[in-house]
């Protein structure tokens, strides 16, 4: 039964005219009042408490409590995409989801068997046919290009730009001195109480290097568990552009000229090709790029130099991104619902090398499933520092935003926000002055 309230007790819902107090332009603001819910939605018009019509906002009355009537509130929530949810932390006891599910995969294979009843076989499209997709060549020498200069220009940021990662933990900050927020879950974080111990990093923490199987022949057999310390591991992303057309003579590959034969399921030959005349040099074979050592990198000498060089190493993760994301539609990627493990191929790898929860019931076998952008490249988020400079305060934290470390790094270093971080790193979000302002924001 709903408890009685005097009306005056009830505040009007806000109105087009009405502004709210400097505190109460916080986003996720309550104040003491019956629990109603205020959300902006665009092209919505209803009347208020006090008859004035007009107004954008939707007003719903929520259940009430009758042993809490005395703690009401009303929120008001911003749907706009500016605001978003940081990014889901699996547990390491949780299987990542499926990109698409089970019952999605079986429905559509249902569909394709339906749709061939009674049509003559086509025959199979590149890749599966052993040969290259012409259309993504040039797409891989680009990815691996930039995906060198990326490296290269963090190097040279990071000599700017002061990163910070912890001596017990993974995490990193971006700035001169490490984040105050107890989030460590390393070594004797007990005895420091979660808190961080901060030191310098190296650029393998900020763009991480997902290692994978090279494979000589992408269609050949599965690599068996007694020889996964003879095959090679190199990056993911590189053994991606690999098998996409890029040629690097220190990792051979094999380069079919002519479609496969199938004989069985998994069984096929190679076809004949000794018909075929002496292969013309590539077309699509562009100058690569090489990775410079330590001692090598020079830092920006000027702040304009600075901005450039940020700006560009922006420019060169973008391509990564949207270059991988390619590759990776018409190229198998493969990643373990259980562990980071990454394996290019239709297939993934025999290797009992899976240590995550519950790896003694599968015999460290891998839960091979097909993988996502940022499980072959992934962002490492990192909190966003304030454009005034100040340093994070440990009572302010549900104030702060996060983006990309590759992101926050071009940022400080001068680069320009772009719009699609910008959902993540909260940057239209009042951040108190005092502890005892945000104690009046909920």
């Known amino acids: 039964m709903r408890p009685s309230t005097a009306p005056s007790a009830i505040l009007p819902p806000p109105t087009c005219s009405s502004r709210l107090s400097p505190l109460r332009s916080f986003i996720g603001l309550r104040w003491s009042a019956p629990r109603f819910q205020v959300r902006e939605r665009a092209g ?9 019509p007009g107004c954008s906002f939707r007003l719903g009355v929520l259940t009430l409590n009758v042993c809490q009537s005395s703690q009401r509130a009303v929120v008001i929530r911003n749907e706009h995409g500016q605001n978003a949810d940081f990014p889901r932390k699996y547990s390491k006891r949780e299987k990542k989801p499926f990109p698409i599910p089970v019952l999605e995969l079986r429905r559509r294979a249902k569909e394709r068997m339906k749709a061939a009843q009674g049509k003559p076989k086509q025959p199979m499209p590149p890749p599966k046919n052993g040969m290259l997709v012409r259309r993504l060549i040039p797409v891989a020498y680009k990815v691996y290009n930039a995906r060198i200069l990326l ?20 995490e990193i900050h971006v700035g001169s001195v490490g984040h105050p927020f107890r989030t460590c879950r390393g070594m004797s974080a007990a005895q420091r109480r979660g808190e961080h111990d901060w030191g310098s990093t190296l650029v393998e923490a900020v763009f991480l290097p ?13 690599i068996p568990h007694d020889q996964r310390f003879s095959v ?10 690999i098998q996409a057309g890029v040629d690097l003579p220190e990792y051979p590959t094999k380069r079919r000229r002519k479609p496969i034969i199938k004989i069985g399921r998994k069984e096929f030959v190679d076809a004949n090709e000794d018909d075929l005349p002496e292969p013309e040099p590539d077309r699509f074979k562009q100058p690569l790029l090489e990775e410079l050592h330590y001692d090598e990198i020079i830092a920006p000498s000027n702040p304009e130099e600075t901005a450039a060089l940020a700006e560009e190493t922006l420019e060169a993760w973008e391509a990564v991104r949207d270059g991988a994301l390619k590759l990776m539609k018409g190229y198998a990627v493969r990643v373990c619902g259980y562990c980071p493990e990454v394996h290019v191929g239709p297939t993934g790898h025999k290797a009992r090398n899976c240590g995550a929860f519950k790896h003694q019931q599968r015999n460290g076998q891998h839960g091979w ?12 988020y990192v909190w966003h520092m304030p454009e005034s400079g100040e340093e994070l305060q440990r009572e302010l934290k549900t104030f702060y935003g996060q983006a990309p470390a590759v992101v926050e790094i071009c940022i400080q270093g001068g680069a320009k926000v772009p719009e699609k971080y910008k959902a993540t790193m909260r940057l239209d979000i009042g951040i108190p002055s005092s502890l005892k302002e945000a104690e009046m924001v909920v």
């Open 369 to 380: 499933q097909a993988a996502v952008l940022d499980d072959l490249v992934p962002p490492r």
């Open 44 to 52: 919505a018009s209803v009347a208020g408490a006090n008859g004035k």
């Open 232 to 241: 090679p591991r190199i990056p993911a992303l590189v053994e991606l552009c």
């Open 151 to 170: 490296i290269n220009n963090l190097k040279r940021l990071m000599k700017v730009v002061p990163v910070k990662g912890c001596k017990y933990c993974s």
């Open 210 to 222: 997902i290692e994978a199987y090279h494979l000589e022949d992408r269609l050949g057999p599965r």
